[in-house]
Nanobody, 126 residues
Framework: QVQVIESGGGLVQAGDSLRLSCTAS????????MGWFRQAPGKEREFVAG????????SYVDSVRGRFTISRLNAKNTVSLQMNSLKFEDTAVYYC???????????????????WGQGTPVTVSS
């Protein structure tokens, strides 16, 4: 069993930066690829960024590539999402998910994730 908890959301202005963190309980954190998804009001949850268990493979949705950076520290069971140059359209609830023994392509698929956090809201004012 893995418990996933996100933190770091908040209200910022366009152009600002924000760093989200995701902490997962359990000793098997390094077995899981991790992903960040987001869900804006009235929209479906969408993939934002993913990272394999070793951190060796990373993937981003086109709309955030160059602005967001995903990273992980297995020794501390954490994965982070550094978000720079935030835009109004980045406003959403951000979710962290864990998928066991997955390659980078699977991190992009919402179906199949084993564990999800409760989400942390990010609001970007224009």
């Amino acid at each position: 069993q893995v418990q996933v908890i996100e933190s770091g959301g908040g209200l910022v202005q366009a152009g600002d930066s924000l760093r989200l963190s995701c902490t997962a309980s359990g000793r098997t954190f390094s077995r899981y690829a991790m992903g960040w998804f987001r869900q804006a009001p009235g929209k479906e949850r969408e993939f934002v960024a993913g990272i394999t268990w070793s951190g060796g493979r990373i993937s981003y949705v086109d709309s955030v590539r160059g602005r967001f950076t995903i990273s992980r520290l297995n020794a501390k069971n954490t994965v982070s999402l550094q978000m720079n140059s935030l835009k109004f359209e980045d406003t959403a609830v951000y979710y962290c998910g864990a998928v066991e023994a997955a390659g980078i392509s699977r991190t992009r698929e919402i179906v199949g994730y084993d564990y999800w956090g409760q989400g942390t809201p990010v609001t970007v004012s224009s």
